[in-house]
C-alpha cells in the first residue's frame, strides 16, 4: 500500500505578528496569504481542509478555489488554546512560566489553557478522518502534534523543528490503529 499524502501547511504572516496567538481569531495579511497560495500551488491534493480560523481558512478557500474543491473547516486543526497567555506578547509572559511550559507543555499548560496531550488528541482524530491526497491549513503547533501523533516525534525535539509562516510539511500515512506516518518533505 502506498499511504496517503497529507500537505500540512502552516498559515501566513498576521496583524498578531509578537504575540502568542492560539484561539485568538488574527487576521492574515495579504501577503501571508500570497505565500501560502504560491506555497500550496502544483500540489496534487483531492481535498483541502483547514482550521476554522481565518489566518488559516482564508488561504484554504482560495487555494481550493483555484482547484476546483470545496475547503473543508474543522476546528480541530486549530492552534494550542493558550488561555490567559493568547493575544500576549511574548515578553510579557512570565519567564519562568513560559519556560516550563516550552519544557513540558502536558504538565505546564497556560494558565486557562489546553493541554499537549488535547491537541494531540484533537489532530489525531482529524487525521484519522483523512482518505486522499489532502492540504491541511493549520497552525505550527496541530503541525507539530501531527509529528507526535504519526512519527511518535516528542518534547524536546519537536521544538526543535523550524515551521516558520507557510512552511509546508508533506506526510504520507497509513490507515490503520493508531495511523503511522513517515516524513517525505519539510519546505519552510
Not at 117 to 133: H, M, N, S
Amino acid at each position: 500500500m502506498s499511504g496517503i499524502l497529507v500537505h500540512l501547511l502552516r498559515h501566513g504572516a498576521t496583524e498578531a505578528e509578537g504575540r502568542l496567538i492560539g484561539r485568538t481569531d488574527a487576521q492574515p495579511l495579504a501577503a501571508g496569504v500570497a505565500a501560502c497560495i504560491a506555497r500550496g500551488a502544483g500540489l496534487a491534493v483531492d481535498a483541502v481542509q483547514s482550521s476554522d480560523l481565518a489566518r488559516a481558512r482564508v488561504p484554504a478557500q482560495q487555494i481550493a478555489g483555484e482547484l476546483a474543491l470545496a475547503a473543508l473547516q474543522d476546528a480541530r486543526w486549530r492552534e494550542l488554546d493558550f488561555g490567559d497567555w493568547d493575544g500576549m506578547a511574548l515578553d510579557a509572559i512570565d519567564a519562568t512560566a513560559l519556560a516550563a511550559f516550552q519544557a513540558d507543555p502536558a504538565r505546564h499548560l497556560p494558565p486557562g489553557g489546553e493541554a499537549w496531550p488535547a491537541l494531540v488528541d484533537r489532530v489525531t482524530a482529524a487525521l484519522a478522518t483523512i482518505d486522499r491526497p489532502t492540504l491541511v491549513l493549520t497552525h505550527a503547533g496541530a503541525m507539530r502534534a501531527a509529528l507526535a501523533s504519526l512519527c511518535a516525534i516528542d518534547f524536546p525535539q519537536l521544538w526543535n523543528i523550524a515551521l516558520p509562516h507557510a512552511a509546508l510539511l508533506s506526510l504520507r500515512i497509513w490507515p490503520g490503529t493508531p495511523r503511522i506516518g513517515q516524513i517525505i518533505g519539510l519546505l519552510t
